[in-house]
């Protein structure tokens, strides 16, 4: 089913490159655009068949009916505001950011046409080289429609990510960004501390249990060094609470209070048992 | 190959079970007695063919060459004083508790031919309905020798622990509490600590990433109680170090100190990537 005629990607690492591939293999547009920095990530990725034709210059964006922004996340406001001089009149634009409060309220206010979406696929991996056309299949992508969206805009973009394979939740920038800090935000920080913490001379007696809750360790450090940055009051609030648990279980070991320990290990482990596994 | 005659193993959950179903399949012993203070675990463990009889007392272990202690850590340190009048010259006595200090110490002054053992191929399944002949092919065991312990026995020891199929790394006791309580205690209490602090009403945001990093909080409650609290100068130590990375992450978001978060994060994904993939 058809959606779009042309459609121009900004970022084709990824997340990028894996709507590129799912929107080629479903048909959903006639024509795909990819924009990257670098000729390399062009070259790959027309290689990978993520993209129809590609440019160094965001202003290859003209003729498109639908921009995504798939950049990290501290360069999709800069490009938003750069190409809403550049974008034909009606054409909608969308980002895929892990932080959606300040990049939707900036870009709503420049870009007529702006939806902010959060496919929640990310990966330790990255680059177009890791691409997939079932990365999203799966999995949910968080929509952050306000006041201002249009209800067209938000049913061709909502279409758009069900054809992508993944489930729909609405929620508001603020909403998504207090809660998004919870579920990944939070694991993350606790992932690259515990790896900071742990030291060299005792990891070759590491098992699963040390692998796995480190494994978004291996993330890309700059990504998420500017996802933190850019949703401090919600990232810290998350940590302090964390910090108030962890605080909890030490008091109880000080004082060897076996009960305690058991009431709280026992709450936190039902709580996991309530997570669905791994799609 | 035989190593020996009767080996009785007194607790038959998954780490029992397992060195019974993996003893039993290399033909290490003539006879497996299992012991347990349930009957049903007995029943289940012979069904599994685990164990070829069992017991509900521990004097059925009398005949045994091989004594293995499978039981939570809390309890090991009871029934290995307890067998110390049941058991028949020579017999070896081991234990696979997942700390070690407190336990050698204890059962080397109590039994003459004791070797503190732990293999790292703990789950958070449990129970001898998930044990499995090769639970231990691939992961480490960990044995603790002291100057009391027989060079005769550690041999026999190291050999049974090889058989099972894990790679044996020699650590003195109080080393092995101080490594382990790094890469496995600290994880439990943190696995355990976030599930605590993520609200519930933000758990169906939930992706691979929250999930692999708390994986560990359905780990046995009341085991892991008894573990940290075993392990407390360890543990806390551990701790103390982990909290200081979180406030060095804390400091940077708070401070907006990009350089500072980057150098952080960069230096624990470098060496989360020198760790090998599961095996």
Chains 1, 2 share one sequence.
Not at 54 to 74: E, F, K, M, W, Y
Not at 104 to 111: M, P, S, T
Not at 170 to 186: F, G, W
Not at 221 to 240: F, S
Request: glycine share 6%; net charge positive.
């Amino acid at each position: 089913m058809k959606l779009f005629n042309k459609v121009a990607i900004i970022g084709v690492g990824l997340i990028g490159g894996s709507i590129g591939l799912g929107i080629k293999k479903r048909k959903l547009a006639s024509q795909v655009i990819g924009i990257s920095r670098h000729r390399k990530t062009i070259n790959l990725a027309k290689t990978r068949g993520a993209i129809d034709y590609g440019s160094l210059s965001v202003s290859a964006i003209r003729q498109a009916d639908l921009v995504i922004l798939a950049t990290p996340v501290n360069s999709i406001i800069k490009i938003g505001l750069k190409i809403s001089s550049l974008i034909k009149p009606g054409a909608l634009v969308i980002d895929t950011g892990s932080t959606k409060d300040l990049i939707v309220k900036r870009l709503e206010a420049a870009l007529p046409n702006f939806v902010g979406t959060h496919p929640l696929s990310g990966s330790e991996r990255q680059g177009v080289i890791n691409a997939s056309d079932n990365l999203f299949c799966g999995s949910i992508c968080v929509l952050t429609p306000t006041a201002k969206t249009s209800q067209t805009s938000l049913r061709k973009i909502k279409s758009l990510w069900i054809q992508l394979g993944t489930r729909i939740i609405y929620l508001s920038p603020a909403r998504h960004d207090k809660l998004i800090s919870y579920v990944s935000h939070l694991p993350h920080i606790i992932a690259f501390s515990l790896m900071q913490s742990v030291p060299r001379h005792s990891l070759y007696l590491a098992s699963s249990g040390l692998k796995d809750t480190t494994r978004i360790a291996l993330s890309p450090v700059e990504l998420w060094r500017d996802i933190l940055l850019t949703n401090p009051e919600n990232t810290l609030a998350a940590l302090e609470k964390f910090l108030n648990s962890l605080h909890q279980i030490k008091s109880a070991i000080i004082q060897n209070d076996a009960k305690a320990l058991k009431r709280i290990l026992r709450l936190a482990s039902l709580k996991r048992q309530s997570l669905k596994p791994h799609r």
